[in-house]
């Protein structure tokens, strides 16, 4: 028998499902969660949202997933950790994303030699994880020290430097 538990207040269901996957040992009962925003003509619509279950739940069950309703809020961690994923690291993973698919073009526009790609994958490997993680302040450092050789010339430094410096608005 299956269940469903109205709550009478918006609940970010991406925040939510993750903290019943990750505080609570019952998880795979939870089989989604719905949250239902009224259209502006629906002026007597309650915003609520609605935890399925394929079970019915214990009483202590059940007031562990009050626990975990009633301690979201802006100050809950993984509500916090969902703001900066959203709002930082999606847009710092794109503009790394970006920056090593026009690293990616110039080697090719270059015309470099697969030996030279070798070394620079294998001596720019900071460079590259840190644009693919998004960590542009350490993809920045990592330019920042790089010295000009026969893989790497002082022109490319500098562009993808002054890429990153528009990026990071430095």
């Not at 939510?16 to 989604?32: K, M, N």
């Not at 562990?64 to 979201?72: G, R, V």
């Not at 526009?109 to 998004?134: N, V």
């Amino acid at each position: 028998m299956s269940e469903k538990i109205v709550y009478h207040e918006i609940i970010d269901p991406e925040v939510l499902t993750e903290a019943i996957a990750l505080r609570i040992p019952f998880s795979d009962v939870c089989t989604g969660i719905k949250t239902r925003y009224p259209k502006p003509s629906d002026e007597n619509q309650d915003t609520y949202t609605e935890i399925h279950l394929s079970r019915t739940l214990t009483s202590e069950e059940h007031d562990q997933i009050t626990a975990i309703i009633n301690a979201l809020g802006p100050s809950y961690d993984l509500q916090i950790r969902k703001g900066i994923e959203k709002n930082v690291m999606v847009w710092a993973m794109e503009q790394g994303h970006l920056l090593l698919r026009q690293f990616a073009a110039n080697n090719i526009y270059r015309q470099k030699t697969p030996e030279q790609l070798t070394r620079l994958l294998d001596e720019k490997c900071l460079l590259i994880t840190s644009l693919m993680t998004g960590s542009l302040t350490i993809a920045y450092s990592e330019l920042s020290a790089t010295i000009a050789d026969e893989d790497f010339s002082q022109e490319e430094i500098d562009e993808f430097k002054l890429r990153l410096e528009i990026a990071l608005g430095i």
